[in-house]
C-alpha cells in the first residue's frame, strides 16, 4: 500500500440536499502531508469528510484512499484511517481501560502497549468514565485511540475546536510527530486558520459547498497581497485583479491572488502581505467585490 502518491484523491465530488449543494469538489491529499481543509462553519466540510469515510453517499465524483476506491475497499482502508471528531463518539459510561479491549477486537493492528503509553504521556485516567472527562481531555483520548492502531491517515473534523491554546499546542505537536513516519498523512478540517499556519503543508478552501483555492499553503499566501489605497485609486484598479475590496472611511483594502504582478502595476500603492484568515474573509465575500 505504500506505491501511492496521494494519501486521498476526490474528484467531481457532488452532494444535494434540500438547501444545500456540495458542489463538483476535487483535490488531492498528497502523502506524508498535512492538509488544512477550511471553511466557515456549514461550508460542506463534514459532508466532504462523510463522503470520505463513506458515511454517506455521494450523488457524483470519485474518492480514492491510498490509490484504492473508498467503497469497493472500504474495510481494508479503515483497518488504516482514525477519524477525530469535535465530539467524543464513545458512550459516557465507558473508561479508557473498557474501550482498551473493544478496539483490540475490532483492528488488526491495535497496540495495547502503544495506547497505555498516549494514556500515561496525556495525563488520562484508565478507569474514570469519559462522561467526567473534560473537553480536552476527550479530543487527547480520541488521539490516543486513532494512534494506537497504527493508522496511516488521520482525518480531523473540527477536532480542535473549543479547546485551550496550551492544548491546542500539544495537539498539534503530536501531530507533528506522527509525520515523522513519511506514510503518514493528515486532513485536518478547522475554521481555527491560526493552527493550520502553523502546521500545514497545503490548504483546501471551500465555501457555500464550492472549492474556492487548492494548493499549497505557503505559495497561497506568497502570491496572495492587499492593497491599501484611496478610493480614487481603487476605481483604477482593473477589476479582473480583484478578489475582493473592504471599503471603509478611511480608504480601501483590495486582496489581489497576484502579489508580484500587482506590486509592478500597481507601485505606487502600498502592498501588504496577508494571512489565511484575512484570504479566507476576502474569498467569502468575492461575490460581493465589494463590502464594509
Known amino acids: ?30 502523502k506524508g502531508s498535512i492538509m488544512g481543509f477550511i471553511g466557515q462553519n456549514g461550508a460542506g ?6 463522503a470520505i469515510l463513506n458515511i454517506i453517499k455521494a450523488d457524483s465524483g470519485k474518492i480514492n484512499i491510498f490509490g484504492l476506491d473508498n467503497t469497493e475497499h472500504e474495510y481494508e482502508i479503515k483497518e488504516n484511517i482514525a477519524a477525530v471528531f469535535d465530539e467524543l463518539p464513545f458512550h459516557d459510561s465507558l473508561s479508557a ?59 480531523m473534523d473540527e477536532a480542535t475546536t473549543g479547546l485551550d491554546p496550551v492544548v491546542r499546542d500539544e495537539i498539534l505537536h503530536i501531530f507533528l510527530e506522527y509525520l515523522r513516519d513519511e506514510n503518514n498523512s493528515i486532513l485536518m478540517s478547522s475554521h481555527i486558520t491560526s493552527d493550520l499556519e502553523k502546521i500545514a503543508d497545503s490548504v483546501t478552501f471551500i465555501d457555500k459547498g464550492r472549492l474556492l483555492l487548492t494548493g499549497y499553503k505557503d505559495d497561497i499566501i506568497e502570491n496572495h497581497g492587499v492593497l491599501k489605497c484611496s478610493r480614487s485609486d481603487y476605481e483604477a484598479i482593473d477589476k479582473s485583479d480583484i478578489i475582493s475590496a473592504r471599503i471603509s ?19 505606487g500603492l502600498v502592498m501588504d502581505n496577508t494571512t489565511l484568515d484575512e484570504i479566507m474573509v476576502y474569498y467569502v465575500n468575492a461575490d460581493k467585490k465589494e463590502w464594509t
Open 1 to 30: 500500500m505504500n506505491d501511492f502518491e496521494n494519501a486521498i484523491e476526490i474528484s467531481g465530488l457532488t452532494k444535494k440536499y434540500d438547501g444545500f449543494t456540495l458542489n463538483d469538489v476535487s483535490f488531492n491529499v498528497p
Open 97 to 155: 481501560k473498557q474501550l482498551e479491549r473493544i478496539l483490540g477486537g475490532i483492528y488488526k493492528s491495535w497496540d495495547n502497549a502503544k495506547f497505555k503509553e498516549y494514556l500515561e504521556r496525556f495525563c488520562l485516567p484508565e478507569k474514570k468514565p469519559f462522561g467526567k472527562f473534560s473537553k480536552g481531555m476527550k479530543m487527547k483520548l480520541q488521539i490516543a485511540a486513532a494512534l494506537s492502531h497504527n493508522a496511516k491517515l488521520l482525518i
Open 249 to 267: 472611511d478611511f480608504g480601501v483594502s483590495v486582496m489581489v491572488s497576484d502579489k508580484k504582478a500587482c506590486s509592478k502595476k500597481y507601485s
Open 45 to 50: 466540510k463534514t459532508t466532504t469528510i462523510k
